[in-house]
């Protein structure tokens, strides 16, 4: 005869969640979606209620988000030595953050501009220290453009590889590109990386050869887009496109 207790039915339950709790399921959960934009219901409205009493207890509820600070055309510098501090120091640029920014580099009047996203992450003090900026040493050199010809921008303060260009381009980063194109006041204008192009009035539908100049309160300034300088390491068989993009510029301005 077995005299062993069987185990009864709170018994089974309860090891069963104990089972459940050593595999690290803790809490319920439901299969069915929350409809979070329904009607308020008696239960919803109260809500407010509840929260008015935590308060009143001394629980202070999450702050509320503030908003981002936006900079104002109205307040960029009009020469391009106080542009460059300001690039580096003005808050509302960059939300609030001002470590990790990198300065342009060149003259003003330069025979060409060169334009890219962002500054490299090795970059301090000087922008395109890296890959990159070799990279477009020698694209320079092999176009015959010295070092003093060209003035070297980014388009962004500090290095940003997951940018969200549409936020960014809604923020007015457009125009802060044609005032500083306008404040560099080169001959020429070269984009290398397919986010600027938007900034600059073409539609990303079309290719680079539809935007084949920048126009800025009547002047006109002859202008070659190409892949970013890390998009050409990554896949140097696109060099090919851009110097031939290069020789039918040259032949054509």
């Known amino acids: 005869m077995d005299d062993r207790v069987k185990p009864g039915l709170a018994d089974e339950i309860e090891a069963a969640l104990e089972w459940w709790r050593s595999a690290g399921v803790d809490c319920d ?43 104002e055309p109205a307040g960029w510098p009009q020469d391009l030595a106080a542009f460059t501090a300001w690039w580096l120091s003005d808050p509302a640029l960059d939300d609030g953050r001002t470590t990790g920014r990198v300065p342009p580099r060149g003259k003003p009047g330069a025979e060409f501009m ?3 996203p962002d500054p490299e992450r090795e970059d301090s003090d000087r922008l395109l220290s890296g890959p990159q900026g070799r990279l477009l040493d020698a694209m320079l050199a092999a176009m015959g453009i010295a070092a003093d010809q060209a003035y070297i921008a980014s388009v962004l303060p500090r290095h940003m590889p997951m940018a969200d260009w549409p936020a960014l381009a809604e923020k007015g980063f457009g125009a802060l590109l044609a005032h500083h194109v306008k404040l560099a006041a080169p001959r020429r204008l070269i984009a290398l990386g397919s986010n600027i192009l938007p900034l600059l009035g073409n539609d990303p539908a079309h290719s680079p050869a539809v935007l084949r100049s920048f126009n800025q309160e009547g002047a006109s300034i002859p202008l070659l887009a190409g892949k970013s300088l890390a998009a ?19 032949r054509n301005s």
């Open 29 to 71: 959960f439901a299969d069915e979606p929350a409809h979070w934009l329904a009607p308020a219901t008696a239960e919803t409205k109260a809500a407010p209620v509840a929260a008015a009493a935590v308060a009143a207890a001394g629980v202070r509820s999450p702050p509320a988000e503030v908003a981002r600070p936006m900079f």
């Open 232 to 250: 050409l390491i990554e896949r140097p068989r696109w060099k090919a496109g851009l110097w031939q993009g290069w020789l039918d510029w040259t």
């Open 114 to 116: 060169v334009v890219v």
